[in-house]
């Protein structure tokens, strides 16, 4: 059934008061729109399209509601373009930096189909998956690297405040110091008088990291360790083959076509490896020896993957198998996260008592050498 449009149009925001007989204050701010916004326009465009709203009307009321400045522009944007009579996923299209491709043609499919709703819960659910895995992913980083980020604290502040104090006290006794104790004053020494230039030192290699690791011979090498250090391998595996069999799913299941469905999973997997793994796939696809043919030589693809994913290309369901597929792995991640993080927790407080103990017996025990000393 063919959307019925309002004659009002909503014109770019350049003022409180919009064309068509809408105010409109944009909201303030530089935030960009992310993840939250998406989820937040999906959320209120499936409830609005499910109780019997135009689509020109239920874009209008998401832009009353949204409070980001760039979200609220880009559906204003939008729904001008709708009431102007283009198609939902082309007005979506020009917005690639808040829609990727992978909304784009699911809507585009949906609208074809007459079943938006369904498709935008869909991208709903998928967004709230990488969400959730994404706090996942920090919550089970952060507790290592606060600890490391500590140490280093009680390092420094033990190198350039407390030992000092002592250095006075140590020359008379320096013969019959510890190396520990001559190397921590000896670095002490050296923070305090070349602070500066280790300061900037540090902010160079710092920049210079950075640099590297945007350029295309530094991530691709980030890229290959992800997938090949013993350890992480099998969590960078799992996170990427999720992602990606999230978007095949999703896609094929709503009458994507396979090579647009993988083209969207090479462009929602942040692993250039991986992305040259889809890559083959489409180009095993087009030469007609499908998707299984593709993945076969995979080295680090789990073979539980390619085994289902052939039998699923066999049965004519490999949308539904890539869903099964994807909510194992979802598990499995989960599970393995965990164990990482209950694993890593008693090793940084080792490694951090180890660091406390050498700094401390390098105080205590030429202090008691100069106590024997006195007596």
């Not at 009002?8 to 701010?29: F, Q, R, S, Y």
């Amino acid at each position: 059934m063919a959307l019925q449009f309002e004659p009002e149009v909503i014109k770019a925001p350049t003022g409180d008061k919009k064309a068509g007989g809408l105010n409109l204050t944009l909201p303030t701010g530089h935030k960009r729109a992310g993840a939250a916004e998406r989820m937040f326009f999906t959320e209120q465009l499936a409830l609005l399209l499910e109780t019997g709203e135009s689509l020109y009307g239920a874009l209008t009321t998401i832009v009353k509601q949204t409070e980001n400045a760039e979200m609220c522009e880009a559906v204003t944007l939008i729904a001008q373009n709708v009431s102007e009579g283009r198609s939902f996923a082309n007005a979506l299209a020009e917005h690639k930096a808040i829609f990727p491709p992978t909304y784009v043609n699911l809507v585009a499919a949906s609208e074809a189909g007459g079943f938006m709703h369904e498709v935008l819960e869909q991208l709903l659910k998928m967004d709230e998956k990488r969400e959730q895995m994404r706090t996942t992913l920090v919550s089970a980083a952060t507790y290592p690297l606060f600890l490391i980020a500590f140490s280093l604290a009680v390092v420094v502040f033990v190198l350039v405040v407390v030992f000092p104090k002592f250095g006075d006290m140590f020359l008379s006794i320096q013969d019959q110091l510890p190396m520990s104790t001559k190397v921590l004053m000896s670095t002490s020494d050296v923070m305090r008088q070349y602070w500066i230039v280790l300061l900037a030192g540090l902010g160079i290699f710092i920049v210079a990291v950075r640099h590297w690791l945007r350029s295309e011979a530094g991530s691709a090498r980030i890229d290959y360790m992800k997938l090949h250090t013993p350890g992480i391998r099998d969590v960078f595996t799992q996170i990427y083959l999720v992602q990606s069999l999230q978007v095949l799913s999703l896609s094929l299941n709503n009458g994507v076509s396979v090579m647009e469905s993988l083209a969207a999973c090479r462009d929602v997997v942040q692993n250039s490896l991986f992305r040259r793994l889809i890559a083959k796939v489409e180009e095993s696809v087009q030469a007609g020896a499908g998707v299984a043919a593709g993945l076969a030589d995979s080295k680090f693809l789990p073979d539980l993957a390619k085994h289902m994913i052939a039998t699923g290309e066999q049965t004519g369901n490999l949308g539904k198998v890539a869903g099964r597929i994807c909510d194992y792995y979802e598990v499995q991640l989960a599970k393995k996260l965990d164990a990482l993080s209950k694993l890593a927790e008693p090793i940084m407080l080792l490694v951090m008592g180890v660091v406390v103990g050498v700094l401390v017996s390098s105080l205590i025990l030429p202090i008691f050498k100069l106590s024997r000393a006195v007596s």
